[in-house]
């Protein structure tokens, strides 16, 4: 009779401190902004981000609802279906104010930084001209568009993509006849606390070379208020 198969059980990563870091520069947030919401000192926050001290379960519940996350963010292991998307019965939706059309194609699991999205962009839809932190990938899957990046324009064709950082002003149009479709990721957080869409973009004044004939409205999905590329 054989022995049976012996299957090590990963560890689960224990490390609170690097996953309230990172949660709370996703949103932006600083120490003393964290700890006014939680109800902690800036002191203790700091070692806790550190490793240095253990939260209580009542100080991290707290954390937890500064952040926009429940408990288990901490402490559960993302599962593997749980990042998976199907092109069949994958939801699209659309941003009020804006024409393109969105599919979402990321998670959200404790320590991402990555969102990813593909979007449908109608023919004429021009978008304002923005920054803001983190990066962003752009890849044409059909179509073309028009990108500008730092008052440099440049012609995107189907296979073509772009790399930048988000502080670097930029914009984009679908000047054709026809809808272009697009992969876009990026480490902007466009969905915060509670699932709400963000609004850390910041216009760049028009002077600075927005596209012309550009439409109000916003590009990726970040924010019913304020545009991105």
Not at 105 to 133: D, M
Not at 136 to 142: A, Q
Not at 213 to 222: E, F, L, N, Y
Request: proline fraction near 6%; charged fraction near 20%.
């Amino acid at each position: 009779m054989s022995s049976p198969t012996i299957r090590a059980t990963p560890e689960v990563d224990t490390r609170i401190g690097v996953l309230i870091r990172a949660r709370r520069r996703q949103l932006g947030l600083t120490l003393q902004q964290l700890g006014e919401a939680a109800g902690l000192s800036v002191g203790y926050l700091s070692q806790v981000e550190r490793d240095n001290a253990t939260p209580t379960l009542g100080s991290l519940a707290g954390i937890a609802r500064a952040l926009g996350v429940g408990l288990d963010y901490f402490v559960s292991q993302p599962r593997a279906e749980d990042g998976l998307t199907r092109a069949e019965s994958r939801p699209q939706f659309s941003i009020a104010g804006s024409p393109i059309v969105y599919e979402r194609l990321g998670t959200e699991f404790p320590g991402s930084q990555l969102s990813s999205f593909l979007l449908t962009v109608p023919p004429g839809y021009a978008s304002e001209t923005v920054s803001h932190e983190g990066e962003e990938m752009i890849y044409v899957l059909e179509g073309s568009i028009t990108q500008y990046l730092d008052g440099e324009e440049m012609e995107m064709k189907a296979g073509d993509s772009l790399h930048y950082r988000g502080n670097t002003p930029h914009a984009w149009k679908n000047g054709t006849d026809s809808p272009a479709r697009l992969l876009w990721t990026g480490t902007l957080t466009v969905f915060g606390a509670n699932g709400q869409a963000t609004n850390r973009i910041e216009l760049v004044s028009p002077d600075k070379g927005s596209p012309k004939g550009s439409r109000s409205g916003t590009g990726s999905p970040t924010s019913k208020t304020k545009s991105n590329s």
